[in-house]
């Protein structure tokens, strides 16, 4: 079986623009805004430049991403907007457009790359499709049990390594966010292996991802995150992956009733920013930016799981959503189902990451 590309490619495009319709509301909104302060300061007797130069940043710093302001990377890049705003005392201003509403899923890499957005947070399978490939291991399935795990790669000098390699794409790596594993949905329990079998199930864009569905007996289709609500609701798709905080912000409930807690595989992000954006900044510039975005992302990072935990208290008492568990020999074949995709990317990728994640951060202590 082959990942189906997404079949509705007007409704994508339809979606691309009606996004870049409000990201044009919202800057004509800002434009709005900085006048009607600047009419308010000549009002109270300040020169124009003096009025206009307490509103107007002498940098602005556009941070974009596809998800909801109430998940953990919508927090993270409001706590960065807002100690980048506290630090440089208003000079420099970090601009967020969450919900896609500047770029999606499928150009947002472009526009980095061609300077159109200065700061992304993609999730990491999106940088094994943009040619870092070593970036898929966050996508193998059950390769970890506990946060912990993760953190002693993405904090560490695996985790270093990594970020390092997006100099290969043009892409300068800063950091990494939580967001939290993921649980399986449909219209039914997708407990055992043949639950899965013939389903048309939402993934992002991953060599990865798609061996999993497919070692699953499912179909993959990839599709961008802002339409997946829209492809379960017409019937596109029959199902997702994702953790509970993105499933409840993104207003899933009404279009898929069974909630399968798998903690199959983990989702997180990287913070990616332009090269030559990061090169032009001012030394003490950069050093501020970097100093905001580490602490928004240790505070993100903090509050990861106890948002997935608040999501799935505030689903088991959702009207018409079933959340359901796995036995432990139920967990065990599902395990060993997808066990195939790793060897598989140990092949493609190489053994020697595999090993080392396995060596350094998996083994008990």
């Given at each position: ?24 509301e919202a800057?004509?909104l ?36 596809v ?46 790359q ?70 399986m ?75 399968t ?19 032009r ?85």
């Amino acid at each position: 079986m082959r990942a189906l590309p997404f079949p509705l490619r007007t409704l994508a495009r339809l979606g691309r623009r009606r996004a870049g319709e409000r990201a044009t509301e919202a800057r004509a909104l800002r434009q709005w805004v900085s006048g009607l302060w600047l009419c308010a300061g000549m009002v109270l007797g300040l020169p124009a430049e003096q009025a206009r130069a307490a509103t107007t940043p002498e940098k602005v710093v556009r941070l974009s991403h596809v998800v909801a302001p109430e998940t953990p990377k919508g927090r993270m890049a409001t706590r960065f907007q807002e100690l980048v705003a506290q630090a440089s005392d208003g000079r420099i201003r970090v601009e967020v457009y969450p919900d896609s509403q500047l770029y999606g899923d499928d150009d947002e890499m472009e526009a980095l790359q061609l300077g159109a957005v200065e700061i992304l947070a993609p999730s990491l399978s999106k940088l094994g499709a943009a040619g870092v490939p070593e970036f898929d291991v966050f996508d193998l399935p059950f390769l970890f049990d506990t946060l912990s795990q993760v953190r002693c790669v993405t904090q560490g000098p695996i985790g270093q390594r990594l970020l390092d390699s997006l100099a290969r794409q043009q892409m300068v790596g800063l950091g990494f966010l939580d967001n939290g594993f993921k649980q399986m949905s449909a219209q039914r329990p997708l407990r055992e292996v043949a639950d899965f079998r013939g389903l048309r199930l939402r993934i992002q864009s991953s060599r990865v991802l798609a061996a999993q569905m497919k070692a699953l007996g499912a179909h993959p289709v990839v599709l961008p995150f802002g339409e997946t609500r829209r492809a379960l609701a017409e019937g596109v798709v029959d199902g997702a992956e994702n953790p509970l905080s993105n499933f409840l912000t993104q207003g899933l409930a009404p279009v898929q009733r069974v909630i399968t807690l798998t903690d199959h595989g983990y989702l997180g992000y990287a913070v990616v920013t332009n090269p030559r954006f990061w090169a032009r900044l001012d030394p003490a510039d950069r050093a501020l930016l970097q100093r905001a975005l580490q602490q928004a992302l240790a505070e993100g990072n903090a509050q990861a799981a106890a948002l997935n935990a608040q999501a799935l208290a505030t689903l088991k008492q959702t009207a018409g959503v079933r959340v359901v568990g796995l036995s432990a020999p139920q967990r065990v074949a599902l395990r060993r189902a997808v066990q195939p995709v790793q060897a598989d990317f140990a092949r493609r990728v190489g053994a020697p990451l595999l090993r080392d994640v396995t060596n350094q951060c998996l083994q008990p202590r």
